[in-house]
């Protein structure tokens, strides 16, 4: 997908709204810039100029419209020579840092990145831009703060020339700090097709050329405004000084690469909320430690997550030895088949069963997929897959992995 967003403002033809999902750039933080009336729905707050702006010793005029291109397909990683800083574990840190700075009263909606198949403030590979452009890696959700839904997106760049000039409808305020970092905020609105939103913007530049932009507006998942934006510029403020946001921060001993990547197709509401992908880790952890399985794992097996996709199932990923080891549980109200194959049935009336034999059994890498299928008399579906070439993950330990899935859901 290519969408193209301007360094002074967003596209008016409503490819905005592409750019917050498809590549998760922050329209308020990134840019955002005073357009005024346009002719396809879109209104921005008016800019005074010639205008005072506190922190700052002159006020240069608005920006002119300047578009660069964003390519996003779907196979960006973090082994970019461009962001060699940029590491999985890195990537982990960034989000676990953002993560511990949210206040205790927000809530993070499972599944909610606003990018397809992404997961919620997770900092995402950096996608392809313009020579002139640089998108950075960014992360976002949906948030909760007193039962009503709002939008958080953190992004993560660096320059070598310092801090942007003061610019009429940029900022409201810059702070200098006494070790050089600058810290610009921003509070402001726009319009699409008549429905306002409200934006808190806070922009840091640091010593080592890294810029923090944290934007929270009140649009929730479906790009609507709910009148309440989750986090105070404050709150932002907090987030975007976050010193392992920095790119010169190394990454602590313990962290951990990011998850692998895994979805399950599903959407909708489900039985998945947080406290039973909880109580389903805890299961599958209870029974790794009992088998005592001599394969050693790249974190522990309860590491199923709500799928990106929405909250009808869960899933997660392990490196298992040489071969990777991937869970997936929907409750889709799936039907027996008629003549299900390789099926066995179990008392409970659950069984195992192949709906698709002799399809693709090799991963791109040409490594063998072994793969079991548990079907609960609910519908409810597990799926657990091992890819690897050698591996003691064996079909029966495969369908034992699936009954402790099936025994803690439902």
Known sequence: MRVSVRRGGVRTDGV????????????AGLTHQPMGQSGSGYLSEPVDYPVDIPGCESVEPPEEEQFYGVLT?????????????????????????????????????????????GDPLVFQPVASADAAYDPGTSADSVLVRNGVEGSLTVNVTRVADGPKPCQAG???????????????????????????????IVRMYARDGSVVVASS????????STGS?????????TIALRPELLSSTPVPDGILPLPISCDTNSEGTGQFSSRTVERLNASLDDFW?????????DRPLGSMRTAPSGS???????????????????DANYEPSED??????????????????????????GDPIEEVTLVKPSGTRVDVQIASRATSIDRPLLQAIALAVAGSVD
Request: hydrophobic letters at 40%; proline letters at 6%; one cysteine or more.
């Open 16 to 27: 905005v709204v592409g750019v917050v999902v498809a590549v998760g750039v922050v329209v």
């Open 73 to 117: 397909t779907g196979q960006e990683d973090y082994d970019n020579p461009g962001y060699p800083w940029l590491t999985s574990r890195k990537a982990n840190a960034m989000s676990i840092a953002v993560r511990e700075a949210l206040p205790p009263q927000v809530e993070v909606v499972a599944g909610s990145s606003l990018r397809s198949g």
């Open 170 to 200: 940029w900022l409201d305020a810059r702070e200098t700090l006494p070790d050089g970092t600058v810290v610009d905020t921003r509070d402001t609105w726009d319009e699409f097709d008549g429905d306002r939103s409200q934006s808190n």
């Open 217 to 224: 507006s009140d649009r929730n998942a479906d790009y609507e």
């Open 229 to 237: 934006v989750p986090l105070s510029i404050e709150e932002l403020r």
């Open 289 to 297: 430690q009992a088998a005592e399985i001599p394969v050693e794992l």
């Open 312 to 330: 009808a199932g869960a899933c997660g990923a392990v490196k298992a030895g040489d071969g990777t080891l991937l869970i997936r549980v929907i």
């Open 340 to 365: 299900p194959w390789r099926a066995v049935t179990l008392p409970d009336g659950s069984h195992f069963r192949d709906d698709n034999p002799g399809s693709s059994t090799m991963t791109l890498d």
